[in-house]
């Protein structure tokens, strides 16, 4: 998830640009760099760190260019954060650039067949393949929106880009797939981005383009082709009301929504070009470990604090139940004053949204230390965790501005599917017809999140009203559900500053049964695809017949729970492996909007840090 701004037009290029960014700057904070035009030559300044630090080289620099540009800010998925895996990059002979805000599936697969033909690479990122793909297809023909689309069609996987060329210096070529690219229409003059904020200071008017879309922007005149065949497409512009503020959120009330809403798209990066749906296998070569390596493995010992240690007890059920293999699931604040018993044959498995959490980052220390093997669960390239471990599985949900973390919790939990599915392969753990159900089970997830966000959302805001002035609630779940209890519980929490606890429901019995009467909501979990569900259909009973006040979760169309309780909340049906996450959207979606009916900061809850870097 990177930002993306261009400009075609007469007016002083850098200004616009450096605004543009700071205005996307949410979306990556990396590294940043421009491209424009000086006297006839193609310039390029990128700058390691916040955008202050490009400013700063831009303004050493003294140039002053009018016309063209292009400029990025990033958020890195492949390859360290550094200079040179800053964008724009170039082709070979420095007279073409690219911005790239995606994914590129099969770019290892492109860059070997480039390196063959005498292309050298200067960064270790994907998006460099595309120059030096244009710059082959610049050898069949002398039009660039031509040869953009002869590179674009050997492409896999996501990208939205913006294309300079020295021999087009009036030109700037847009296209999409899978990645927001937006474009702004002004007056003799064209922007795009990919995002609204960017184009806000100088035009309202914009046009979405939409996947196989691209653009031709010169100041006088803006052209849409299809990607596929070229041929000519037709949009009219659309006016955007929002103020500057809400263009930062996309529209929503407050980040941590926009995150929410954001979990099918950052599911569907952190599996894209790692699953293969009909033969359920996983390819993650990033991992670090050989495969005789993974099959010695006795013990696998999972390291995390607060949402992430939910994700790990997630990943406990998972790899017990198909990898067959101990799991330990470890507080970073215990777990490095404690005498573990780790060993050689033990496989640490540190998670961490930012990389950086220091308890986390000290137990996998003593992890190393005792000769274990270390995976990270990540979503910051090159941060500290990810140095320390053979391999790390990134999570690619870009940057998450929100405090309550969201859409990285559902994509660590994704990410673990995908280790769980690679180990049992290699374990020969589990049956090829349950790995190639889970795999697909896995792909539809993105799009059954999106109906699901759409129809819940509205009734989880009128219940969140109804419930907002209580005083405490019991999230109840079993099994592979029981960490997610603990999730709903945590978000309602942090966010609304109501006292809520999250349980095993089996232990209720076991002490917080006394907690509960009519002012007590308990929030109950209860899928019928579980083989648990008669189980928990018992608790909420237990619960009825002390005049709790239930408020139900469960598998769409289930009668007897909506006889039973006060109020029932549907969900779709899905594999047991996959309801984690369908489950923890609804509870993330209650916790925001009782939070907001009571007035709270939610996107910075009082007391709370992004990321606990200190003890």
């Not at 503020?245 to 929410?260: P, Q, R, V, Y």
């Not at 992890?367 to 270390?374: L, T």
């Not at 009668?559 to 959207?585: D, G």
Request: charged share 25%; aromatic share 8%; proline share 5%.
């Amino acid at each position: 998830m990177c930002g993306i701004i261009g400009y075609v037009g007469n007016r002083p290029v850098i200004p616009i640009l450096l605004e543009g960014l700071r205005r996307l700057e949410y979306r990556g904070y990396d590294s940043a760099g421009v491209a424009f035009f000086y006297h006839n030559e193609l310039k390029i300044i990128r700058a390691l760190g916040k955008l202050i630090n490009l400013q700063e080289k831009l303004v050493a620099s003294g140039y002053n260019p009018l016309g063209i540009g292009l400029g990025h800010t990033r958020w890195a998925t492949h390859g360290e954060p550094s200079e040179e895996n800053a964008h724009p990059h170039a082709d070979c002979r420095q007279e073409l650039v690219v911005v790239h805000n995606g994914i590129i599936e099969n770019y290892h697969v492109l860059r070997r067949e480039l390196e063959a033909k005498g292309h050298r690479f200067s960064s270790q990122t994907d998006t460099e393949i595309i120059p030096h793909l244009i710059e082959e297809a610049l050898k069949e023909t002398t039009d660039l929106v031509e040869a953009v689309r002869l590179a674009l069609a050997k492409v896999e996987g996501a990208y939205a880009i913006g294309v300079l060329w020295r021999q087009s210096p009036d030109m700037l070529v847009a296209a999409r797939n899978q990645s927001p690219l937006v474009l702004g229409v002004g007056d003799i003059e064209y922007f795009m981005a990919s995002d609204i904020p960017a184009l806000l200071p100088w035009t309202n008017q914009v046009i979405f383009l939409d996947d196989g879309e691209m653009a031709v922007l010169t100041k006088d005149n803006l052209r849409l082709l299809s990607i596929e065949d070229g041929a000519s497409l037709s949009k009219a512009p659309v006016t955007i009301t929002w103020d500057a503020s809400m263009a930062e959120k996309a529209g929503f009330k407050h980040f941590m929504l926009k995150e929410i809403y954001e979990q099918p798209q950052a599911i569907l990066n952190t599996f894209r070009g790692r699953l293969d749906p009909e033969t359920g296998r996983v390819k993650i070569p990033e991992i670090g470990l050989a495969e005789e390596e993974i099959e010695r493995l006795r013990k696998i010992c999972i390291i995390a604090c607060g949402t992430s240690y939910h994700a790990g007890l997630v990943a406990k059920y998972l790899f017990e139940s198909w990898v067959k293999i101990p799991v330990e699931v470890e507080l970073g604040s215990e777990f490095r004053y404690r005498d573990a018993l780790i060993d050689k044959d033990t496989l640490a498995i540190p998670i961490s949204q930012s990389g950086e959490t220091a308890d986390t980052l000290a137990s996998l220390r003593k992890a190393r230390e005792e000769g274990a093997f270390a995976v990270a669960i990540c979503n910051v390239l090159g941060s500290t965790i990810t140095r320390e471990t053979d391999g790390t599985i990134y999570t690619h949900a870009g940057p998450e501005i929100g405090v309550a973390s969201t859409k990285a919790f559902t994509s660590q939990l994704t990410a673990l599917l995908l280790l769980m599915l690679y180990f049992a392969e290699i374990k020969d753990s589990m049956p090829e017809e349950e790995r190639i159900r889970l795999a697909k089970s896995l792909v539809r997830l993105p799009g059954l999140l999106e109906k699901l966000i759409e129809e819940v959302h509205p009734v989880l805001k009128d219940l969140a009203y109804e419930y907002h002035k209580k005083a405490h609630f019991l999230y109840l779940g079993r099994h592979v559900l029981f960490p997610i209890a603990l999730e709903g519980a945590l978000k309602l929490k942090e966010i609304s500053y109501i006292h809520a606890e999250g349980y095993a429901a089996g232990e209720m019995k076991h002490g917080p049964i006394a907690l509960i009467d009519e002012e007590m909501p308990v929030v109950a979990l209860a899928p019928r695809e579980q083989h648990v569900y008669e189980k928990m259909i018992s608790n909420v009973e237990e619960v009825r017949s002390r005049r709790g006040e239930v408020i139900a979760f469960g598998t769409e169309g289930d009668q007897n729970l909506a006889r039973m309780t006060n109020k029932v909340i549907f969900l779709p049906s899905c594999s047991w492996e996959i309801l984690p996450i369908v489950y923890t959207v609804p509870l993330q979606l209650l916790a925001y909007e009782i939070a907001v009916a009571r007035g709270c900061d939610v996107d910075q809850p009082r007391n709370l840090a992004k990321s606990v870097t200190v003890e």
